[in-house]
């Protein structure tokens, strides 16, 4: 599927941007903070590892966010 670029900064991620977006994030101090923040009782080597099993967006939404809320 092809988008327009002149939205490629606010457009959800491919699935073959997966993992190198969350390598990204996780080079961020802010993220993880965040990353503390969310999972307290959770070793940083832990969540980044669990992060970093994700390959796609429903991984990453079926497998981590669905946790979070529910």
Known sequence: M???SEF???RS???EEVEATIDRLL?????QQVIAS?????KKEEVESRL?????KRE???QLVKDLVY
């Open 60 to 62: 990453f939404q079926h």
């Open 27 to 31: 080079q961020y101090p802010e993220f």
């Open 38 to 42: 969310v999972f307290p009782d959770r």
């Open 52 to 56: 970093r099993s994700f390959h796609t």
């Open 2 to 4: 092809e988008t327009n």
């Open 8 to 10: 490629d900064d606010i």
């Open 13 to 15: 991620y491919r699935d």
